[in-house]
Nanobody
């Protein structure tokens, strides 16, 4: 059974950092495109970042570019989202998603992804 489990969320002050993890079981994460989405209260899901299979390509939304970094540890079958210089507007539930897209393809479109984790809460507040 394919499963994704996020962890690493929490409460952090503005300007702080968090590292989210997305651990996979039941499939080899390296063969899939992985994306991070977030949903703030009362708002639609927003694509944050994605990494294509075989790490050929990464993409960031304008709102997080230069502050967030997505990476993959194939040995641990885990994808990470390092979040620095956090702002209150980064608050939300963060989800990772996986899909077997063509090599090198990385999209931040929610309908593309079949497999989703349960989400982890990130709160940026003083």
């Amino acid at each position: 059974q394919l499963q994704l489990v996020e962890s690493g969320g929490g409460l952090v002050q503005p300007g702080g950092s968090l590292r989210l993890s997305c651990a996979a079981s039941g499939f080899t994460l390296g063969d899939y495109t992985i994306a991070w989405f977030r949903q703030a209260p009362g708002k639609e899901h927003e694509g944050v970042s994605c990494i294509s299979s075989r790490n050929r390509f990464t993409y960031y939304s304008d709102s997080v570019k230069g502050r967030f970094t997505i990476s993959r540890d194939n040995a641990k079958n885990t994808v990470y989202l390092q979040m620095n210089s956090l702002k209150p507007e980064d608050t939300g539930i963060y989800y990772c998603a996986a899909e077997a897209l063509a090599l090198g393809i990385c999209l931040l479109k929610r309908p593309v992804y079949s497999y989703w984790g349960q989400g982890t809460q990130v709160t940026v507040s003083s």
